[in-house]
């Protein structure tokens, strides 16, 4: 029971917050919806026993990429934002495309059959503690997509400067 | 015990709505900001489904789409801020130099 309320909350929150990041008129006020959205799905990530992957988020999403969010509002001029419209011409179109979706998915959802279980249950788990086990299973099996995802940060990184300098006077 | 299907109509919840405002959003900071709304909402999905059939590969796969999602953060605010130089605006309809 307590858990089905413990749920009912997170779900209730993440919805109402992604709501009112996509429909606030003030970027400054969305990015903050965003901050209290990335807590509650860290939360709901915890109450997974994912222990490993709430502090990932919190860490990477509201430490690393909000502020980069943050910075990049710097740039809009709220008070013109402020007076024009929020929504693109389409936008009627978006909304019945988002809401068919969403029903496609449903839908698709009666025909999942899940998995045969594996061998981390939450006993073992709990015996090895959860980031040695996701580290022995990434620097194991996966560690060759680690080091991909290590070059794919190094591309990012080169991207954004090359991106983001002022073209040198010649 | 919350049933698995709960948490993936959460995430078909939170991936309709980012859809939404990837789609109708002016400002091109809060479509950025939509790409990791759908994100996240398929790291709910993948997390919840490796609590409940006992695997961690999933949570694996979530760790990677935080990684590539962080470089994608970085690549779109570059683009942007470069869109903002160049033409002065960050309004997603008055680009309109390749005639879409």
Same mark, same amino acid.
């Given at each position: 029971m307590i858990q089905q309320a413990f749920f009912a909350y997170f779900a209730f929150v993440?919805?109402?917050?992604?709501?009112?990041i996509v429909t606030r008129k003030n970027p400054v006020h969305s990015v903050m919806w965003m901050l209290l959205l990335f807590f509650h799905i860290a939360g709901m990530y915890l109450f997974l026993n994912a222990e490993f992957m709430a502090a990932i988020q919190v860490i990477v999403y509201a430490g690393g990429i909000l502020v980069l969010f943050l910075f990049a509002v710097?740039?809009?001029?709220?008070?013109?934002?402020?007076?024009?419209g929020k929504y693109i011409g389409a936008a009627p179109t978006s909304f019945?495309?988002?809401?068919?979706?969403?029903?496609?998915?449903?839908?698709?959802?009666?025909?999942?059959?899940?998995?045969?279980?594996g061998i981390y249950s939450i006993e073992l788990i709990k015996q090895e503690t959860h980031t040695k086990a996701l580290g022995k299973l990434l620097y194991t099996e996966f560690l060759y997509p680690f080091e991909v995802a290590s070059l794919i940060l190094l591309v990012a990184i080169i991207g954004a400067i090359v991106l983001a300098k002022r073209r040198l006077k010649s | 015990m919350v049933p698995l299907s709960w948490y993936m109509v959460l995430g078909a919840v939170v991936f309709a709505i980012g859809v939404f405002g990837f789609l @109708?959003?002016?400002?091109? #900071?809060?479509v950025f900001m939509s790409i990791e709304l759908m994100l996240n909402a398929v790291n709910?999905?993948?997390? @919840?489904?490796?609590?409940? #059939?006992?695997?961690?590969?999933g949570q694996i796969l979530a760790f990677f789409v935080i990684a590539v999602a962080a470089a994608e953060a970085a690549i779109g605010l570059a683009i942007v801020i470069a869109l903002f130089r160049n033409k002065a605006t960050a309004h997603v309809d008055e680009v309109k130099e390749m005639q879409g």
């Amino acid at each position: 029971m307590i858990q089905q309320a413990f749920f009912a909350y997170f779900a209730f929150v993440i919805t109402i917050l992604s709501l009112l990041i996509v429909t606030r008129k003030n970027p400054v006020h969305s990015v903050m919806w965003m901050l209290l959205l990335f807590f509650h799905i860290a939360g709901m990530y915890l109450f997974l026993n994912a222990e490993f992957m709430a502090a990932i988020q919190v860490i990477v999403y509201a430490g690393g990429i909000l502020v980069l969010f943050l910075f990049a509002v710097l740039l809009v001029n709220i008070r013109e934002e402020l007076q024009i419209g929020k929504y693109i011409g389409a936008a009627p179109t978006s909304f019945t495309f988002a809401v068919g979706l969403f029903v496609v998915i449903v839908m698709s959802l009666r025909s999942f059959v899940a998995a045969p279980p594996g061998i981390y249950s939450i006993e073992l788990i709990k015996q090895e503690t959860h980031t040695k086990a996701l580290g022995k299973l990434l620097y194991t099996e996966f560690l060759y997509p680690f080091e991909v995802a290590s070059l794919i940060l190094l591309v990012a990184i080169i991207g954004a400067i090359v991106l983001a300098k002022r073209r040198l006077k010649s | 015990m919350v049933p698995l299907s709960w948490y993936m109509v959460l995430g078909a919840v939170v991936f309709a709505i980012g859809v939404f405002g990837f789609l @109708s959003r002016k400002n091109i #900071i809060i479509v950025f900001m939509s790409i990791e709304l759908m994100l996240n909402a398929v790291n709910i999905n993948l997390i @919840s489904m490796s609590h409940y #059939i006992q695997d961690l590969r999933g949570q694996i796969l979530a760790f990677f789409v935080i990684a590539v999602a962080a470089a994608e953060a970085a690549i779109g605010l570059a683009i942007v801020i470069a869109l903002f130089r160049n033409k002065a605006t960050a309004h997603v309809d008055e680009v309109k130099e390749m005639q879409g």
